[in-house]
């Protein structure tokens, strides 16, 4: 039935290419609610949405390029940055040992954490100790002593004081004399932060100046993340984060919120409680985790439009009455201007099959002529086409700047065209559109 064949075309057609405004509001509130969903920070997410939008207004002004495609990399793009922007490493200081802090809540996984570092570490070859500065409660003292021996790694504790400080100093020391390479000192956490903790990590950083201070946390712990590591980072000055219990099926946005908070890199994530579950943190694959998760390039596709609805409608109503003429063929070309790559179009069109797209390689400079001649044309020629009499044709030819064998070929194509447009009531083939060759 040509109603429906038209009708299932044009809503394929509206499918794609052209991004409006309204189009990209409503991708975007699908971001907004992916975002939200998977836990990111509110303030956050409204600050990302208003710098895509930004972005994405420019976009709508792009031709000839997918512009569902390059929304989605705008989105791509900004989470990424939203998430750090590239990968960092530890650092590591010029003069051995370079000591690296620990330091979290309780249960964020600081311990385990140490125990993966140093693992990595010594992997890569660098001399590690560890240092047991949690002494608050004895069981994580034997706790580092155990993963020490599970890797074969040094653990310097001292049962006999509670001074924190000289602990971390005399394991230093150890550590200077067997010329390691780096020593992670573990240290205690509570169950909220507290004035009385976060004074004695002041003075044990005071006393080691570390190179890094890494805050772990605990990738479940929802939006009260952000907040914490904002009171470790005010208090600490912290130089990196990691992320433990990725691994979970927790959403992980609230921890993901805490660079764009902070600024502070997120350097490691945890995956899992065994000594090798520690993972490089990259922010760009997290950003496309993130998108698949949502399925956001599904989203953002279905928000794109070509035909504006009412114009289409409005053209399949006029073809299906009066046939086509060469208005509305102007109206379809921009159209087809705005689609990018037309194979990508004829694709979407019935009767169109493999090999005819493998012909089909269309110029964007043939495009262009085709319009310059269509505009060269006067409304009432394009109203009545055969009107263009040789001398009417030779006038056009000169006004687009193209020759007559062109305006000839264009005008042949387009009967074909009206044919064709005429048998899709009897369900013909579809002849080549005008701007392919052959
Ligand atoms: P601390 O109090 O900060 O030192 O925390 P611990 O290192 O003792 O870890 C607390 C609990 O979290 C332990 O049961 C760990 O096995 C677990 N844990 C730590 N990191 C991870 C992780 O990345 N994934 C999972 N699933 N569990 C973790
Ligand atoms: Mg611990």
Do not use: C, W
Request: proline share 4%; net charge positive; no cysteine.
């Amino acid at each position: 039935e040509l109603t429906e064949k038209l009708e299932a075309t044009f809503a394929r057609l509206r499918g794609r290419g052209v991004l409006t405004e309204a189009d990209i509001k409503e991708g975007l509130r699908e971001v907004r609610r992916v975002l939200l969903e998977a836990d990111v920070n509110f303030q956050l997410t409204r600050q990302f949405l208003e710098r895509v939008e930004q972005k994405a207004i420019g976009v709508t002004q792009l031709r000839g390029v997918n512009p569902a495609q390059q929304l989605v990399k705008v989105v791509y793009d900004e989470l990424t940055a939203m998430l750090g922007e590239r990968q960092e490493g530890l650092k590591l200081s010029t003069i051995p040992p370079t000591v690296v802090m620990m330091v979290g809540l309780q249960g964020s996984g600081k311990t385990t954490t140490a125990g993966k570092l140093a693992r990595k570490l010594k992997a890569e070859g660098r001399q590690t100790r560890l240092i047991a500065a949690d002494v608050y409660r004895p069981a994580a003292i034997d706790q580092l002593e155990t993963l020490g021996q599970q890797l074969d790694i040094p653990v310097y504790a001292d049962r006999s004081t509670k001074d924190v400080v000289r602990i971390a100093r005399d394991g230093i020391e150890q550590a200077k004399r067997a010329r390691d390479r780096v020593v992670i000192v573990d240290t205690a956490g509570r169950l909220q932060i507290d004035a009385e903790l976060m004074d004695e990590l002041k003075r044990l950083k005071a006393a080691v100046q570390p190179t890094e201070i890494l805050f772990v946390a605990d990738g479940m712990t929802g939006q009260e993340a952000v907040r914490i590591a904002q009171g470790f980072d005010e208090a600490l000055n912290v130089t990196g984060v990691i992320l433990t219990k990725m691994d979970g099926d927790a959403r992980g946005g609230a921890a993901l919120s805490i660079y764009g908070i902070t600024k502070k890199p997120i350097k490691y994530i945890g995956v899992g409680e065994k000594l090798d579950a520690l993972e490089d943190f990259h922010p760009d694959r997290m950003a496309g985790r993130i998108l698949q998760q949502g399925d956001i390039l599904t989203l953002v596709e279905k928000a794109q439009s070509t035909f504006d609805e009412a114009e289409a409608k409005r053209l399949e109503k006029k073809v299906r009455k009066e046939g086509m003429d060469f208005e509305d063929f102007l109206t379809t070309l921009k159209q087809m201007q705005k689609l990018g790559p037309l194979e990508g179009l004829l694709k979407l069109l019935p009767g169109v099959n493999a090999s005819m797209l493998k012909q089909a390689k269309i110029d964007p400079k043939r495009m262009k002529h085709i319009e310059a001649i269509v505009l060269s044309m006067t409304p009432a020629e394009r109203k009545k086409p055969d009107l263009m009499n040789g001398s009417r044709r030779l006038r056009i030819a000169k006004g687009s700047g193209r020759t007559v064998t062109e305006v000839n070929q264009l005008l042949d194509q387009f009967k074909q065209m009206q044919k064709m447009m005429k048998m899709m009531t009897g369900g013909g083939r579809m002849p080549g559109f005008p701007g392919m060759p052959g």
